[in-house]
């Protein structure tokens, strides 16, 4: 199959483009789209046909749920048993955005979707190119990271061109994504709401606006028994070729031991590659190392995290050793992807 790339300015966003694009997803094909989280990898979210082509895409396990995208508010009552009475107060509060819910599905929504559950998860996003994208398709776009399973989540059209070239129809390029890190889930099903993915919309945000929330203790157990409840967190699936190590302490300590730990390895024959910050870069000597940001800018630490990834990927080293990026606000959802990458890895200095 040709996969043809389409450039979408928008703030000039070609309708033409769109409609062409919907139209392949009521065909029951896939497109590729940019969000503001990362790319996503869309199908009619209604069909079990349209949605089983993404799991055969991505190589994705049957039992990992989709997200489903809409453009209305109103569309969540059509495609779920009841609204929950917190929906209603966080959408207003953080849609469009970075923000999923799951709710208990209806029977419109096939299992296809949901890998199997008996909820679903749904998403309004921001980018107006995925909100265009939604309206011209229909109203259900069932869509997934635009990734391979088991590479980090796409950033940039590029990105997903390199994993799915061939396999599907159409991506639109929007350029890079703004925020870089996947979507708070929370689940509205539980008597007291639960975060089952920590993102852009912390924990204090949602309390805020609808008081006690919880975080599932599968996602901070790192090696209990206890399994996530978004079965997708079970994977580890942000993971790097290169076996990557993060070093968390006081800066100082962490410049030397990585700069030590990088001449034990190069000694060894291994190339390696450094995550620092623009605070830090200067002091490594060693290895092929990258700025993640500035340590203050957080935003830029999650918008540039899976490109460094992959990069180091592409670029074939053995080893990462990255600093530790545990900043207030995003830090939790930053280390939560960092921490599966590195399949937990840490050293402490
Ligand atoms: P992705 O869009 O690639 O980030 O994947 C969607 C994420 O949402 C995965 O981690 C899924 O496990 C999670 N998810 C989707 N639907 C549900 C659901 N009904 N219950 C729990 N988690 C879900
Ligand atoms: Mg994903």
Redesign the pocket.
């Known amino acids: 199959m040709r996969t043809d790339i389409v450039k979408i300015d928008r703030n000039n966003i070609d309708i033409k483009e769109m409609r062409h694009a919907g139209e392949i997803i009521r065909e029951g094909g896939l497109v590729a789209f940019p969000t503001e989280t990362v790319y996503g990898l869309g199908a009619d979210a209604l069909s079990a046909e349209a949605s089983g082509r993404i799991y055969a895409a991505k190589g994705r396990p049957s039992d ?4 489903v995208h809409i453009a209305e508010f109103k569309d969540l009552a059509a495609i779920a048993q009841q609204v929950p009475s917190q929906a209603q107060a966080l959408a207003d509060a953080f849609w469009p955005g970075p923000l ?1 819910m ?1 709710v208990r599905k209806n029977s419109k929504v096939p299992y296809e979707t ?1 890998g199997g ?1 008996d ?3 749904v998403r309004m996003p921001s980018d107006p190119i995925a909100l265009e994208l939604i309206r011209q398709s229909g109203g259900y776009i069932a ?3 635009a990734n391979t399973s088991g590479k980090p989540s796409p950033t940039m059209a590029e990105h997903v061109a390199l994993d799915l070239d061939g396999k599907i129809p159409l991506i639109l390029d929007g350029g890079p994504v703004q925020i870089g890190l ?1 979507s708070t ?1 929370i ?1 509205l099903t539980e008597e007291i709401p639960m975060i ?2 920590p993102g852009y919309i912390t924990r204090e945000m949602l309390t805020k606006v609808i008081g006690d929330v919880e975080t599932d203790p599968g996602l901070i157990a790192a090696d209990s028994d206890r399994k996530p ?5 079970k994977y580890k699936h942000y993971a790097p070729k290169a076996d990557l190590v993060l070093i968390d302490g006081d800066e100082e300590k962490v410049v030397a031991k990585i700069n030590e730990l990088t001449a034990e390895a190069e000694a060894r024959g291994e190339r390696v590659g450094i995550i620092g910050t623009d605070e830090t870069i200067a002091r490594y000597s060693r290895g092929e190392v990258v700025s993640i940001g500035a340590r203050e800018d957080e935003d830029a630490i999650a918008q540039h995290l899976y490109r460094i990834l992959r990069e180091f990927d592409d670029l074939g080293v053995d080893r990462i050793y990255s600093e530790s990026f545990a900043t207030p606000r995003i830090g939790q959802a930053i280390m939560n992807r960092l921490l599966k990458a590195a399949g937990h890895q840490v050293l402490t200095v």
């Open positions: 990992n749920p989709l997200i999923t799951i949901t559950m909820t679903v998860a869509a997934p990271s996947e889930i689940d089952l993915r409840k978004a079965p997708g967190m």
